[in-house]
C-alpha cells in the first residue's frame, strides 16, 4: 500500500454557505468515487480557499461526509493577480495500491480550466 497525493478543485458561483457545503461535498466524494477510495483511506486532506470566499470552513464538507477521524486543515489560497475567483482546493493524502499515473485528479466547474490538462474534456460535436 502506497502513499499518493490527490489533488480537486471547484469553482464556486457565489459565496453562500450551502452553496460551499455543495461544492467542496461533489468535490471530495468525486475524488473518492473516481479513486475508489473509502473514508479510512485518507490520512489527511489540506484545503485551500480564495480569499473571496469566507462564508464556511471548506473542511466542515468533510466533516458531514464521515471524516470525523482524518485530520483536515483549512488554509487560504495566494493571492495572484488574474487568478480565478471563488476556487477551493484540496490536496489529500491517501493510501491506496493504485500507481501514481493511475491516480484521477478533479477539477469540477470552472476551475476544470486550471489543469486542462488532468480534465477530461468530452468534444461536443458540430451542428451542421
Known amino acids: 500500500m502506497a502513499v499518493r497525493a490527490v489533488r480537486g478543485a471547484t469553482q464556486l458561483d457565489e459565496d453562500v454557505r450551502e452553496h460551499m ?10 475524488v473518492m468515487q473516481s479513486n475508489g477510495l473509502d473514508v479510512d ?43 480565478m475567483p471563488r476556487v477551493v482546493r ?12 493511475d491516480i484521477t485528479h478533479v477539477y469540477l466547474h470552472g476551475a476544470a480550466a486550471l489543469r486542462r490538462d488532468l480534465t477530461r474534456v468530452h468534444a461536443v460535436p458540430d451542428d451542421e
Do not use: K, Q, W
Open 90 to 101: 484540496m490536496m489529500a493524502h491517501v493510501e491506496t495500491d493504485l500507481p501514481r499515473s
Open 21 to 30: 457545503l455543495e461544492r467542496v461535498a461533489e468535490m471530495v466524494t468525486d
Open 41 to 83: 483511506d485518507f490520512i489527511s486532506i489540506i484545503f485551500t480557499a480564495t480569499s473571496d470566499l469566507n462564508s464556511e470552513f471548506p473542511a466542515y464538507a468533510a466533516r458531514i461526509l464521515g471524516f470525523s477521524d482524518v485530520p483536515l486543515i483549512c488554509a487560504r489560497e495566494l493571492e495572484i493577480d488574474g487568478s
